[in-house]
């Protein structure tokens, strides 16, 4: 056994073992590459904060919410969505897809894309709670496996003026977002209570179930470390065991 120790501590410390080690922790993360399909800034911020390489794309499909789906099947359904058409021009990356729809009393509040809409928005929603749908894909392209989550959130709005939505709206101009309010920046003064497992799902991705995602497809973002100092990603960590099937 001491023997055995010896020889093994030898190929550690041998020339080269360490530039080999690197070498197979730099194949393995690029065997995992990661894409966002989503231009969203907010979402971008959010994933970086796992400290793993990704790249980033424009998935380019219709967001619309069909008659005969509940909220929660919107959300899972469009995250998806997205992930697969990001998938026919990254056939071999895990791919990173995700979507939000609000809803009150049965009635799906999606992007306003408009002032008036969102305006309207917020004045149904004003002192009431709304529950906020954060769905969550990630998409092995390679092996044509989706894995979904749905992240409820339960958001109370304060009893809010038109003025105050008004002069929210002319702030933020938050047209791009579920809801049509911006819980990450100004809009979180709109609020009275935000109820979540997941603290991240709200502003758009949930990190805690897209952890679960990848390590279920053998990616432990604990293992991929980016230098703080310099920005660089690196890779340290124990691969052994995980590999792309």
């Known amino acids: 056994m001491i023997l055995f120790l010896l020889r093994k501590v030898k ?31 907010f979402r971008r911020q959010l994933l970086d904060r796992l400290k793993i390489p990704f790249d980033v794309a424009d998935p380019r499909i219709d967001e619309g919410a069909r008659p005969d789906e509940s909220p929660e099947q919107t959300a899972l359904r469009l995250s998806e969505e997205k992930a697969r058409a990001v998938a026919k021009s990254h056939p071999d990356a895990l791919i990173v897809g995700s979507d939000q729809v609000a809803c009150l009393d049965g009635e799906i509040f999606g992007k306003p894309l408009t002032h008036q809409n969102a305006v309207r928005q917020l004045q149904k929603m004003r002192g009431r709670v ?48 579920a809801g049509s309010a911006k819980s990450e920046e100004l809009g979180i003064a709109l609020v009275t209570k935000i109820e979540s497992d997941d603290p991240t799902a709200l502003v758009g991705l949930p990190l805690i179930a897209l952890t679960e995602l990848l390590r279920e497809e053998g990616v432990n973002p604990l293992s991929g470390i980016r230098n703080q100092e310099t920005g660089d990603r690196s890779v340290s960590g124990d691969f052994t065991g995980y590999r792309l099937g």
């Open 11 to 41: 190929t550690l410390n041998a020339p080269g073992a360490a530039s080999r080690r690197s070498t197979d922790k730099r194949d393995f993360m690029a065997a995992y590459r990661i894409v966002l399909a989503s231009t969203s800034p």
């Open 130 to 177: 709304v529950v906020f749908h954060t769905g969550v894909c990630l998409l092995n392209a390679q092996r044509d496996i989706a894995r979904v989550r749905n992240v409820p959130t339960r958001v109370g709005f304060r009893a809010l003026c038109d003025e105050e939505i008004e002069n929210y709206l002319g702030k933020e101009r938050p047209y791009d977002c």
